[in-house]
């Protein structure tokens, strides 16, 4: 086998595109270079904390036990010189992984030596506990294993090491090969450092991870499937979308993993027997800053949850959103990461569904009123039906928020999906009146936030979006970002919620450490800083956009029609 010169840190192989994260420098030789090489050690932390360099995606070993030596022959006649130089306990103890796992006749002659596993492997998963590895010294699991720590002993000389080399000498290697490597930022194209193409490639590593264990996927609209493929994808599998429930349950079982699911589409049958036959379900829902435009126009999200204990809008049980912020030890790098992204939605007039700012803001009538805005919801979202306490209409809110503000000055938002004729929710505007100063249609949230001191919300994510952005903040329902100090809570907040969080914590949780983003220019798994700077730079496509003019004239009938 001849080792193909390429860089230690490489992309996944998503479909459809070759991404470049480092390249190798032609005129800087690994084994030779200047005197001011960085220290090895900060070189390699980001790389041993992410787990990341090499083949980091492919299938892990899951072996019930860590190999004490692991063995990577790389030609014909390796085997036998390498099982040659072991002592004997340690080769009873050895797997051999062959670097070529396509070599069948080397597969086969590891195989007469000891253990073997043939086929693509993550070194991640069987390099940090082992004792030795013994390999070619070309082979860039000699770079892995000693940035992960492990000795290593050279079988034949290459660009990482010869048999002489003592381990600082193999160290010194391995740094000047990443000092070698060209970063590039993929969303943009431009130099990055190695710290940070650590952190996206260990993003993704976590994304490829959680979902090797989604087998099937139903009740996904059908304009929304090919983004959940990339949401879910995991390298060498196509997503198979079911037709109904039980067909989704059938393919988990034959495969041994869960179903992900709408959560609207979670029937007590489909519970029942899920938990029957030991299937986990995963639900999917749309993210907390999803795209420019209504998914009632078939705009696909660029922002989604993938929650494996229930749903962040249903307080009846824990979801991941509850566990993240009632156990994470928020960092002052975490709490800053949000604080700036926060900064920067607000900036860039950022809410769920538009950037900008809106069309028509009124005047408010009196500074020394207090301003109140009240959201109006769709009826029967799920949100709401989960999480409003049994109160669900949008006039009844805008009753109890006036008998709890008398005298402010109180404006009323329909919801645009509500508006667009798509959904239930719709209040004449004079029962609004009633009750409400002034109607206010047309535009972006975040520029109504800008203006004004307080909300009241049912379940609407505009109470969080109000939060971030230092306004009061009244709950009638409970809502995922009630019962940690921040509101006021008129609904009945579950006990697992007892921890007090300050907005940056409670903006790390869900901003950054709960929803995945997607990239709607390179259509690549992305840091949330990403997605909300395509929608500042209004840089993100609707690749569904010549459904929208239909979908619009749809709703301006079924609004008629209502």
């Not at 000498?169 to 710290?195: E, I, K, N």
């Not at 505007?429 to 800008?450: C, F, S, W």
């Not at 690749?543 to 079924?558: C, E, H, I, N, T």
């Amino acid at each position: 086998m001849t080792f193909a010169p390429q860089p230690l840190l490489r992309a996944p192989p998503f479909p459809g595109r070759t991404v470049t994260v480092a390249s190798l420098a032609p005129d800087s030789p690994v084994r030779d270079g200047a005197d001011d090489l960085p220290d090895p050690q900060t070189l390699f932390a980001p790389i041993r904390a992410e787990q990341v360099g090499g083949d980091f995606w492919a299938e892990p070993a899951n072996l019930t036990t860590p190999p004490a030596v692991i063995v990577r022959p790389a030609r014909r006649g390796d085997p036998v010189a390498m099982a040659a130089s072991l002592d004997p306990a340690d080769r009873a103890g050895a797997l051999w992984v062959p670097a070529d796992p396509e070599d069948r006749a080397l597969a086969a002659e590891a195989a007469r030596c000891g253990a073997v596993h043939a086929t693509p492997v993550d070194p991640w998963s069987v390099l940090p506990d082992a004792g030795l590895l013994v390999a070619h010294g070309d082979d860039e699991w000699v770079a892995l294993a000693r940035i992960a720590g492990v000795a290593v002993r050279i079988h034949s000389a290459g660009q990482f090491g010869t048999p002489e080399d003592s381990a600082a000498t193999l160290d010194t290697a391995v740094a000047r090969h990443l000092a070698a490597s060209r970063y590039t930022d993929p969303f943009t194209g431009a130099a990055a450092t190695l710290g940070e193409v650590a952190a996206l490639l260990g993003l993704w590593r976590r994304l490829i991870a959680a979902n090797r264990t989604i087998a099937a996927a139903c009740g996904m609209a059908w304009w929304k499937r090919n983004e959940i493929r990339r949401f879910l994808w995991v390298p060498g599998r196509t997503l198979q979308f079911a037709r109904t429930a039980a067909h989704a349950l059938r393919l988990a079982r034959k495969a041994g993993g869960a179903v992900a699911i709408w959560p609207s589409r979670v029937s007590p049958a489909l519970l029942e027997q899920a938990g029957r036959q030991n299937t986990a379900l995963v639900r999917v829902e749309d993210g907390f800053v999803r795209s420019v435009g209504l998914g009632s126009n078939l705009v696909p999200p660029s922002s989604v949850v993938v929650d494996r204990a229930g749903i962040h809008f249903d307080p009846a049980g824990p979801s991941d959103l509850e566990t993240i912020l009632a156990i994470t030890d928020f960092t002052p790098a975490m709490r800053a990461r949000a604080q700036a992204l926060c900064r920067t939605i607000i900036a860039a007039g950022i809410s769920k569904y538009a950037a900008g700012p809106a069309a028509v803001v009124p005047v408010r009538q009196s500074a020394n009123r207090r301003l109140v805005l009240v959201p109006a919801q769709v009826e029967d979202d799920m949100s709401v039906l989960a999480g409003g306490g049994g109160l669900h209409s949008n006039l009844e809110l805008l009753r109890r928020a006036r008998a709890l503000e008398p005298d402010a000055e109180i404006w009323f938002r329909p919801h645009p999906d509500v508006d667009a004729g798509h959904r239930k929710g719709a209040v004449p505007d004079a029962d609004v009146l009633r009750y409400a100063d002034r109607i206010v249609r047309g535009g972006g949230m975040a520029a109504l936030l800008d203006r004004v001191d307080a909300v009241h919300v049912l379940t609407s994510l505009t109470g969080f979006e109000a939060l971030i952005r230092g306004l009061d903040v009244t709950c009638h329902g409970t809502p995922f970002y009630a019962g940690w100090g921040l509101t006021r809570d008129l609904g009945t907040v579950p006990d697992r919620r007892g921890r007090r969080l300050d907005v940056d914590e409670l903006a790390a949780g869900v901003l950054i450490l709960y929803p995945r983003y997607l990239d709607p220019v390179t259509s690549l798994p992305c840091p949330p800083e990403v997605l909300i700077r395509r929608m500042a730079q209004a840089d993100a496509p609707n690749r569904l956009g010549w459904v929208a003019p239909l979908r619009r004239w749809q709703g301006r009938f079924m609004a008629r029609w209502r």
